[in-house]
């Protein structure tokens, strides 16, 4: 065991057994965070490893809801190239769960990770057995991914990305990682970026490949009428009504979108604003603002009551799991935590219902998604309030040209498929 690896597991062990103790009370007392606590402490239940009963065994970690979507057409991939293989997957938030679970139903086994600490990743190594271990995207676990190949398992870094923001973060603790990523058997990132990063970490080059991002595989075959159908319902229009959508917008950007709402409305006084924030939990902060800003609003949930009707012109989303469904009906998409340096969200979302969309500067984390819209004239980036109105109102003042950057921002995601295949690929090779 080299000195830095022994240093961080003497680190995390001393966490975990002063801290374990304290939080199983917590969560007795509390009744949070109860459901999976077993398995985070590498309690595998036998019941799931008994539903792997064909080989190869391949384990999928996905921490939350984007993984669980990429997992999704990869494991669709490895499924075609390895016909007898078992799947398992887990994930570490209960969201990532859920979705998990209901994409997957009895097919694939759902566990909860367990955390870095030497003897939880042991344990649930030994119970799960798998031939393969696949990460996807940024996850990087030190006690795992050390133990499993000390185990003889293969691990490989699956449609992996290093954004720009966190490499500062990671080459803090270089000797680390390139201890940890030696282990690692298949680097197989979404972009050039994201190899030369991932080198720059420690990993070596020969064993880094290039095949996309799996993450838009499945976006072109999810819209569908009837969920533009159902949007527009709940929400009271009609297809003439001008619909501008400020996407998974983060603390201080719903007063930059307020600015230019109210620049928007000059030429287009019939604009409906619909703020989905990223996390629901700010909605009373929002409904300050926008009070304040002396807009009437409504909260998406107050719709659902029986003959209640949207009659004002902003509304924000306060539920859970919508914004794709909520992209359906935009004329104007913005995409948010990018007019705050906070890296992004993932355009393409809003590009496969053919809508033109805007984002701010702050693009770190899906410079392939920018990319790919810019390449095609599809993407609309501005760098303020002001711009983001100037953009809105050229765009809907020529409707022909909205038009035509709509359907250039679908063709764009259709065009760039079969990304899963390759990594599936990858390892199909390690096996």
Partial sequence: MSLVYGTYIALTSGLFLSCVPAF???????GRYRKGFRERLGFVPRALTQRLSGSPRIWIHAVSLGEVKIADPLIRA?????????????????HGRDLAIETFGEEIPVVYAPIDFIGSVRKALLRVRPHVLVFLETEIWPAWITEARRMGIRTALINGRISVRSINGYLKFRPLFRKVLKNVDAFSMILKEDAARIRLMGADSDKIEIHGNAKYDMLASLPGPAMETEMRRILNLDTSHKVFIAGSTREGEETMVLDAYEKILKPFPETILVIAPRHIDRT???????????????????????????TESVVIMNTFGELFKLYSVGTIVFCGASLVPLGGQNPLEAAVWGKPVLYGPSMEDF???????EGVGAGVPVSSPEMLAEKAIWLLSHPDTLKTHGARAREAVVNNQNAAERHAEVIARLL
């Avoid at 199983?24 to 509390?30: K, Q």
């Avoid at 300050?288 to 009707?309: H, M, P």
Wanted: proline share 3%; aromatic share 6%.
């Fill in 284 to 310: 009373p902060a929002i409904e300050s603002i926008v009070e304040k800003r002396g807009f009437k609003y409504q909260l998406r949930s107050e719709l659902d009551i029986a003959g209640a009707r949207r």
């Fill in 367 to 373: 410079l392939d998604a920018k990319s790919l819209l």
């Fill in 78 to 94: 490895l499924k075609r190239i390895i016909p007898g293989c078992s799947v398992i997957i887990s994930t570490t938030t209960e």
């Fill in 24 to 30: 199983w009370i917590y969560t007795r007392l509390s």
